[in-house]
């Protein structure tokens, strides 16, 4: 296992993470498609993360409605030292008004609840789950900052945020002396780039730690999905109840996996690992979470640290996926050689 820095952090992490999504949620409606894993399974998917190399461990206070957090904290009750664990926080927790969101009220409560099903005094890396419209980021920036004095906290970070909203952050941050995000979770695999126009940039621009979430595009890039919808496999988009997220363009989606399959076949591996392997092979990925039902999905996902792609395989990728520049982006291409002849 490879390890990247946290941002302008010094600590090391794992460039493969663990995702806690899949721990819990028996009954839930939407988390008992995602895995529904008990404390058992729970304890052996841990275990073998981190056998393998993984120090950097994924969750959030809404998945199975806080179960997730109470078997992470059960599996890593020896073991808390040998992880940096992060969880987040926005998602209703509760069915009251204030059981949701950045205000300050809502984020102190939450993170002692977190505190408590993880079983531990603090939390390495506490991220704020998504944009928030109505609670100005001085507030929740503020009560982040009291939770990072009172130890409670180690670092902060966000999910899910627009490149300009993450700047806006930062500049509060430096305004008010306040501490700053270190890292940004977001969305992106090989038929997901949306990210590589703004968020990324910014993200490098900021040195900030990208960590990657759904890197197979929600079991799409599983490639158990045909062109005709059906599956020739256990997949939660098409599971009874499941969710078709994130959103794919399925006629795109299944070019993308035309060529990883080639690539696949190439280095005698399997279609996931190829995909996981191509984003730890981008230069502002700074971890990968994986998640899985099974420690045989597991240990496959976990493989893909080892798979070096050669040129051809990252230029095929490439082509076959890349999304035409977006307004200004296309039109910055255009002028930069007026400024730099190299361009």
Same mark, same amino acid.
């Given at each position: 296992?490879?390890?990247?820095?946290?941002?302008?952090?010094?600590?090391?992490?794992?460039?493969?993470?663990?995702?806690?999504?899949?721990?819990?949620?028996?009954?839930?409606?939407?988390?008992?498609?995602?895995?529904?894993?008990?404390?058992?399974?729970?304890?052996?998917?841990?275990?073998?993360?981190?056998?393998?190399?993984?120090?950097?461990?994924?969750?959030?206070?809404?998945?199975?409605?806080?179960?997730?957090?109470?078997?992470?904290?059960?599996?890593?009750?020896?073991?808390?030292?040998?992880?940096? !664990? #992060?969880?987040? &926080?926005?998602? +209703?927790?509760?069915? /009251?008004?204030?059981?949701?969101?950045? $205000? *300050?009220?809502?984020?102190?409560?939450?993170?002692?609840?977190?505190?408590?099903?993880?079983?531990?005094?603090?939390?390495?890396?506490?991220?704020?789950?998504?944009?928030?419209?109505?609670?100005?980021?001085?507030?929740?920036?503020?009560?982040?900052?009291?939770?990072?004095?009172?130890?409670?906290?180690?670092?902060?970070?966000?999910?899910?945020?627009?490149?300009?909203?993450?700047?806006?952050?930062?500049?509060?941050?430096?305004?008010?002396?306040?501490?700053?995000?270190?890292?940004?979770?977001?969305?992106?695999?090989?038929?997901?780039?949306?990210?590589?126009?703004?968020?990324?940039?910014?993200?490098?621009?900021?040195? !900030? #730690?990208?960590? &990657?979430?759904? +890197?197979?595009?929600? /079991?799409?890039?599983?490639?158990?999905? $045909? *062109?005709?919808?059906?599956?020739?496999?256990?997949?939660?988009?098409?599971?009874?109840?499941?969710?078709?997220?994130?959103?794919?363009?399925?006629?795109?989606?299944?070019?993308?996996?035309?060529?990883?399959?080639?690539?696949?076949?190439?280095?005698?591996?399997?279609?996931?690992?190829?995909?996981?392997?191509?984003?730890?092979?981008?230069?502002?990925?700074?971890?990968?979470?994986?998640?899985?039902?099974?420690?045989?999905?597991?240990?496959?996902?976990?493989?893909?640290?080892?798979?070096?792609?050669?040129?051809?395989?990252?230029?095929?990728?490439?082509?076959?996926?890349?999304?035409?520049?977006?307004?200004?982006?296309?039109?910055?291409?255009?002028?930069?050689?007026?400024?730099?002849?190299?361009?």
């Amino acid at each position: 296992m490879k390890y990247r820095l946290l941002g302008p952090t010094g600590v090391w992490v794992s460039e493969l993470s663990l995702g806690a999504m899949t721990f819990g949620g028996t009954n839930h409606p939407v988390y008992s498609t995602l895995g529904a894993l008990g404390r058992e399974d729970t304890d052996r998917m841990v275990g073998t993360a981190l056998e393998a190399g993984i120090n950097f461990i994924d969750t959030a206070d809404v998945y199975s409605d806080g179960e997730s957090e109470e078997l992470l904290g059960h599996a890593l009750r020896h073991r808390r030292d040998d992880v940096v !664990l #992060a969880t987040k &926080v926005y998602a +209703p927790t509760g069915p /009251g008004p204030n059981d949701v969101g950045w $205000s *300050r009220l809502h984020v102190t409560r939450a993170l002692d609840a977190s505190l408590r099903r993880l079983g531990t005094d603090h939390i390495d890396l506490y991220q704020l789950h998504n944009i928030d419209p109505v609670t100005p980021f001085e507030e929740v920036l503020a009560a982040l900052d009291d939770a990072v004095h009172q130890g409670k906290v180690r670092y902060i970070g966000c999910a899910n945020l627009a490149a300009w909203q993450i700047s806006k952050a930062l500049g509060v941050s430096a305004l008010r002396n306040l501490n700053r995000f270190v890292s940004v979770q977001a969305y992106y695999s090989l038929v997901g780039r949306d990210v590589e126009r703004d968020l990324l940039p910014m993200a490098q621009a900021e040195n !900030l #730690a990208v960590t &990657v979430w759904s +890197p197979l595009a929600g /079991g799409f890039l599983t490639g158990k999905i $045909s *062109r005709d919808g059906a599956s020739t496999g256990p997949s939660r988009r098409t599971a009874e109840g499941g969710q078709d997220f994130p959103p794919v363009d399925r006629e795109r989606g299944h070019e993308v996996l035309d060529v990883l399959r080639t690539v696949a076949g190439r280095h005698g591996v399997s279609i996931p690992r190829v995909a996981i392997a191509w984003l730890l092979a981008q230069p502002a990925v700074t971890s990968v979470i994986v998640g899985a039902r099974t420690t045989d999905q597991l240990t496959d996902n976990i493989a893909a640290s080892g798979l070096t792609l050669s040129e051809q395989d990252l230029a095929e990728l490439d082509a076959v996926s890349r999304q035409a520049p977006a307004y200004p982006n296309w039109i910055h291409e255009m002028f930069a050689p007026v400024r730099n002849p190299n361009a």
